[in-house]
């Protein structure tokens, strides 16, 4: 039996944590103002969806499909994503609270992060490259292994990326943000 397919719908003030969320293909949807905290997105195919202010804090990822998706304005609270399906995986977040997310492994070139609160999050061993931080917070992030070439820091803040163990060449930073590339070696720059 085939998943039910979605398409075009708009889900408009939907809390799903109630009675969860239906599993299935959802393509061209729009969500506003939705909560799918702690929710099991489990399987769930979303392409070229779009989510504005909603709540994702703590849902299941297992092979969930994100297909050139856009979130704006939402609240991540520790979503593992590096538990979605890899395959065309392609998504971009507008100003949206994502501590404590993991991204480990993640092939993300290409991927926005606009004006984002991204404190302890996981990148490692990831491939951002060509991505964008712009207006980032980037507290406690976590960067080990981590293809960051291309990559534009200029306006991202409170970073710590270990130039030795992380491959840089041709990332951009501001004069402003070298104490994060500087940080292990404790040196004081004023």
């Given at each position: 039996?085939?998943a039910?397919?979605?398409?075009s719908?708009?889900y408009?003030?939907?809390?799903?944590?109630l009675?969860?969320?239906p599993?299935?293909?959802?393509?061209l949807?729009?969500?506003?103002?939705c909560d799918f905290?702690?929710?099991?997105l489990?399987?769930?195919?979303?392409?070229?969806?779009?989510f504005?202010?909603?709540?994702f804090?703590?849902?299941?990822t297992s092979q969930?499909?994100?297909?050139?998706?856009?979130?704006?304005e939402s609240?991540?609270l520790?979503?593992?994503?590096?538990?979605?399906?890899p395959?065309?995986?392609?998504?971009?977040?507008?100003?949206?609270l994502?501590?404590?997310?993991?991204?480990?492994?993640?092939?993300?070139?290409?991927?926005g992060?606009i004006?984002c609160?991204l404190?302890?999050s996981?990148?490692t061993?990831?491939?951002?490259?060509?991505s964008?931080?712009d207006?980032c917070?980037?507290?406690?992030a976590?960067?080990?292994?981590?293809?960051?070439e291309?990559?534009?820091f200029?306006?991202a803040?409170?970073?710590?990326i270990?130039?030795?163990?992380?491959?840089l060449?041709?990332?951009?930073?501001s004069?402003?943000g070298?104490?994060?590339l500087l940080?292990?070696?404790?040196?004081v720059?004023?």
């Amino acid at each position: 039996m085939s998943a039910p397919y979605f398409d075009s719908k708009v889900y408009n003030r939907i809390d799903f944590t109630l009675e969860g969320f239906p599993s299935g293909e959802y393509e061209l949807c729009n969500f506003s103002d939705c909560d799918f905290a702690g929710c099991d997105l489990s399987g769930v195919i979303f392409s070229e969806c779009k989510f504005s202010n909603c709540n994702f804090s703590l849902v299941k990822t297992s092979q969930t499909a994100f297909r050139e998706v856009i979130i704006r304005e939402s609240k991540i609270l520790g979503v593992h994503f590096e538990n979605c399906n890899p395959f065309l995986f392609s998504i971009s977040f507008d100003r949206c609270l994502l501590n404590f997310t993991s991204f480990y492994q993640l092939n993300l070139k290409r991927a926005g992060f606009i004006s984002c609160n991204l404190a302890e999050s996981d990148f490692t061993e990831c491939d951002l490259s060509n991505s964008l931080f712009d207006n980032c917070d980037l507290s406690g992030a976590v960067f080990e292994n981590t293809i960051l070439e291309n990559a534009d820091f200029r306006t991202a803040f409170n970073y710590t990326i270990d130039p030795e163990i992380n491959r840089l060449k041709k990332a951009r930073f501001s004069i402003s943000g070298i104490a994060g590339l500087l940080d292990k070696y404790g040196i004081v720059i004023e």
